[in-house]
């Protein structure tokens, strides 16, 4: 069986791709253009690419950094904004197993505990039905401190946020010290 696996980032990949691996081979696909800002986007697609490149993995990935795109499927207020998230990302990852020749797609976002679960499985069968391919979901939440973990020893970056703009500001609110003792230390 071959897999392409939508992946939001490298400490989930590292916590999931050998899960995928018994089943066939993997593509990870780095496809988020729900990350921001800039320089986010950027530290987390460089830290699967370092991840990949060290698993020696064949992967696929977009580097087009996302905002406009994310802001005209979510709206300018973000409400109710996840849903819409998650079927642009399985949706573009359907696309690409259909020209891989990939019998089936899914996603590291199912090792987060943050990510609603329910609508990612929706947003997942809505991307099967629409391209023919199927889609694997498995609940990985157990797999999250492996990829943690392995992130760590590999000094590979983790984020602090779920990726757009509006999860950093729900992240960031109600934070005063932390940003500028951090910026100080800098
Ligand atoms: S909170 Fe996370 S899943 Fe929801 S819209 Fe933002 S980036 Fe996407």
Redesign the pocket.
């Known amino acids: 069986m071959k897999i392409a696996l939508h992946t939001c980032c490298a400490p989930c990949l590292a916590g999931t791709v050998d899960v995928f691996q018994e089943r066939g081979d993997v593509i990870p696909f780095f496809y988020n253009p729900?990350i921001h800002p800039l320089i986010e986007f950027r530290k987390r697609l460089k830290a699967f690419e370092v991840y990949a490149e060290r698993e020696a993995l064949d992967i696929e990935l977009d580097r087009e950094y996302g905002l406009v795109r994310f802001l005209e499927q979510?709206g300018p207020t973000g409400s109710g904004?996840?849903p819409a998230?998650?079927r642009e990302r399985l949706g573009r990852t359907a696309r690409l197993a259909a020209e891989r020749e990939a019998d089936a797609f899914s996603t590291t976002m199912a090792a987060s505990s943050h990510?609603d679960h329910d609508a990612i499985r929706a947003a997942g069968e809505q991307a099967a039905a629409e391209s023919g391919i199927a889609f694997l979901y498995e609940d990985l939440r157990g797999r999250a401190e492996h990829g943690r973990e392995t992130a760590r020893k590999l000094s590979l970056y983790r984020q602090q946020y779920?990726?757009?703009i509006?999860?950093e500001y729900e992240r960031y609110k109600d934070t005063r010290v932390e940003v500028y003792r951090g910026r100080l230390r800098g």
Do not use: A, H, L
Request: hydrophobic share 15%; net charge positive; aromatic share 16%.
């Open positions: 729900n979510v904004r996840c998230c998650y990510q779920c990726g757009c509006f999860s």
